[in-house]
């Protein structure tokens, strides 16, 4: 079993940036590759990036890319991920997981309960 904990979410003006976190914990978490995705009020849950159990691959969405940034630091069990020139669309519940290394969310076994982001125009 692996425990996810999201933090670093809040309310930002476009054009600003935030960092968020993912605390992990439980049996081999490290092993995992892990990714987020958003969710925006009456949308779909959405894939935004992921990130390979070691660190060394990782993919966006074509909306973020040049945009966000996404690691981990296998050392803390944490993910980050660091949003810049954020805009308002970026507005969203933010979720960390942990399973399959891809952008399908079927591919991850292990959720966080999410981080709320509101960008303000």
């Known amino acids: 079993q692996v425990q996810l904990v999201e933090s670093g979410g809040g309310l930002v003006q476009a054009g600003g940036s935030l960092r968020l976190s993912c605390a992990a914990s439980g049996r081999a978490s490290s092993t995992y590759a892990m990714g987020w995705f958003r969710q925006a009020p009456g949308k779909e849950r959405e894939f935004v990036a992921a990130?390979?159990?070691?660190?060394?691959?990782?993919i966006y969405t074509d909306s973020v890319k040049g945009r966000f940034t996404i690691s981990r630091d296998n050392a803390k069990n944490t993910m980050y991920l660091q949003m810049n020139s954020l805009k308002p669309e970026d507005t969203a519940v933010y979720y960390c997981?942990?399973?399959?290394?891809?952008?399908?969310?079927?591919?991850?076994?292990?959720w966080g309960q999410g981080t709320q982001v509101t960008v303000s125009s």
């Open positions: 990130v390979s159990w070691g660190g060394g691959t990782t």
């Open positions: 997981a942990a399973g399959t290394f891809g952008s399908a969310w079927y591919s991850y076994n292990y």
